[in-house]
T-cell receptor, first 111, second 113 residues
Framework: GNSVTQMEGPVTLSEEAFLTINCTYTATGYPSLFWYVQYPGEGLQLLLKATKADDKGSNKGFEATYRKETTSFHLEKGSVQVSDSAVYFC??????????FGAGTTVTVRA | SAVISQKPSRDICQRGTSLTIQCQVDSQVTMMFWYRQQPGQSLTLIATANQGSEATYESGFVIDKFPISRPNLTFSTLTVSNMSPEDSSIYLCSPETPGQEQFFGPGTRLTVL
């Protein structure tokens, strides 16, 4: 079946630190991959996406590359800010348009 | 991207009662997905609603507990029936989109006492 395994949190960082959140997936075929972000008290926002192998999604300084050989889609940001404190979800989109989500990783950035 | 609205944005309900959540999209969509996010948890798909046919439910969710209506291509409702505290969650609708992106409504935050 289709599933997403995401790095356990919580993650606490200082400002300007490097952030990596690991995400691996199991899927039949070639799913699309997403990172969503949920800021405190807010709804779910699409952060970035990649639809095929070797695609790199990027937004707001975050990047993730679709690695078919390692079935991974790790999220990275070179220099985090306090405003990046949020819960991050990795997700894959199946052929039937349904999304499977990872467990979510809570990131706290301290000034 | 589509503009998605949900009503109510939040509610506090007594156990044993029911709440109907509305989802409105500013464009016509074939499929509407309903998700649940329990406190501190990830999102779980409840059901898929197509206009003109019965909704299809994921494992662990049943129509008697979560009846869904889909009267037209821009609107859907999800009812949480006979509520218990375990139903306290954020409920989100998500319309199918022609591109790869999948967007979500702002959510309905439900607390059951």
């Amino acid at each position: 079946g289709n599933s997403v395994t995401q790095m356990e949190g919580p993650v606490t960082l200082s400002e300007e630190a490097f952030l990596t959140i690991n995400c691996t997936y199991t899927a039949t075929g070639y799913p699309s991959l997403f990172w969503y972000v949920q800021y405190p008290g807010e709804g779910l926002q699409l952060l970035l996406k990649a639809t095929k192998a070797d695609d790199k999604g990027s937004n707001k300084g975050f990047e993730a590359t679709y690695r078919k050989e390692t079935t991974s889609f790790h999220l990275e940001k070179g220099s985090v800010q306090v405003s990046d404190s949020a819960v991050y979800f990795c997700a894959l989109k199946r052929n039937d348009y349904k999304l499977s989500f990872g467990a979510g990783t809570t990131v706290t950035v301290r000034a | 991207s589509a503009v998605i609205s949900q009503k109510p944005s939040r509610d506090i309900c007594q156990r044993g009662t029911s709440l109907t959540i509305q989802c409105q999209v500013d464009s016509q969509v074939t499929m509407m997905f309903w998700y649940r996010q329990q406190p501190g948890q990830s999102l779980t798909l409840i059901a898929t609603a197509n206009q003109g046919s019965e909704a299809t439910y994921e494992s662990g969710f049943v129509i008697d507990k979560f009846p869904i209506s889909r009267p037209n291509l821009t609107f859907s409702t999800l009812t949480v029936s006979n509520m218990s505290p375990e139903d306290s969650s954020i409920y989100l609708c998500s319309p199918e989109t022609p591109g790869q992106e999948q967007f979500f409504g702002p959510g309905t935050r439900l607390t059951v006492l």
